[in-house]
């Protein structure tokens, strides 16, 4: 059974920044893992030849916009926040890694469903129980990426896709005037003729049942 | 043994499937401002000949698992008091108790 993500400790769940590897094989060397982080103002390059291991524990390098026009934006959502919190990150890194300028995760207002229930099935309504569910919603947006890349980068999320976490695409495309009227050509065209739509159906029954009504009135008449 | 009413809403809701155009279309014709009023007299008519279980307004939402016909929360499925046994044993999604 699905049950709630409880934490075994008091401790709250380890923000993505801090160290987590546990052996000192495991750690990356002193010079590279430097406290304040790579340089967050230097080119790219820099950045990567900052940190060659452990690149994962710091924010991703954000790249620059160079044109300022929204490309994408992905929505994600999920009953529990450390889950949003892990698949942005790993969203927002393999965003950097293709050089998608991309927005830091903006959270958005949490929603909150509330149930007050009676305790048992029969009578006692001085004894109720509140049960609520909270779902808790991440944004990042993407800029000046070709659609191409956009597309690359969900799909490789979609595969990666995390339990729990839900994700919606919007995107937005530039092409060329005129392109909606050839759209609207083509699906016409592939229209099939012989089934009718459920509402095409009434009207033509319809139709049917007044023919009957009057050819059976001018008989009785 | 099933309750009675979970086989009379089942017997509903195939009803109401299996007749919704033609309701639709008597309806459409009666309710024709522009057609004569002996048509629409007619359609009328023949609207009435239908029987309980073609009209939608018999079908009621009912729980899945108890078969109750009140106190039921549409976005489950479920009567309050099973909402409250499965939120307990952590099987509804993201249903937790409440404290604030």
């Keep these: 059974m699905l049950a709630a993500i409880k934490r075994h400790s008091a401790q709250p769940w380890p923000k993505l920044t801090q160290r987590w590897l546990s052996s000192p094989a495991q750690r990356p060397s002193q010079a590279a893992l430097d406290p304040s982080g790579p340089p967050t103002t230097a080119a790219e390059p820099q950045w990567a030849a900052a940190t060659v291991h452990g690149r994962s524990l710091y924010l991703p390098y954000q790249h620059p916009k160079t044109h300022n026009i929204p490309v994408a934006m992905i929505h994600f959502r999920s009953y529990f926040p450390h889950l949003l919190d892990q698949f942005t990150h790993f969203a927002s890194h393999s965003a950097s890694a293709l050089a998608i300028p991309i927005s830091r995760p903006v959270a958005l207002p949490t929603q909150r469903s509330l149930w007050t229930v009676l305790k048992g099935p029969f009578a006692h309504k001085k004894k109720q129980e509140n049960f609520e569910r909270k779902v808790h919603k991440r944004a990042i947006k993407a800029w000046d990426a070709d659609p191409e890349v956009i597309e690359r980068w969900v799909k490789y999320l979609e595969n990666h896709a995390m339990g729990g976490v839900g994700m919606r695409v919007i995107k937005w495309e530039r092409t060329r005037v005129g392109v909606g009227k050839d759209r609207l050509e083509h699906v016409r065209g592939q229209t099939r003729l012989a089934s009718a739509t459920s509402s095409d159906k009434v009207k033509a029954l319809s139709e049917k049942i007044v023919q009957q009504e009057l050819t059976s009135n001018s008989v009785d008449a | ?100």
């Design chain 2, 1 to 100: 043994m099933t309750k009675i009413g979970v086989l009379r809403d089942i017997k509903a809701r195939k009803g109401v499937a299996a007749n919704e155009i033609a309701r639709r279309a008597y309806l459409y014709v009666a309710r024709n401002q522009t057609l004569p009023p002996q048509v629409r007299y007619q359609a009328q008519l023949q609207l009435n000949t239908f029987g309980r279980y073609t009209r939608p307004t018999t079908v009621k939402n009912r729980c899945t698992v108890s078969g109750r016909g009140r106190g039921i929360m549409s976005e489950f499925g479920l009567c309050r008091f099973q909402f409250r046994l499965q939120a307990l044993q952590g099987q509804i999604p993201g249903v937790k108790k409440a404290s604030w």
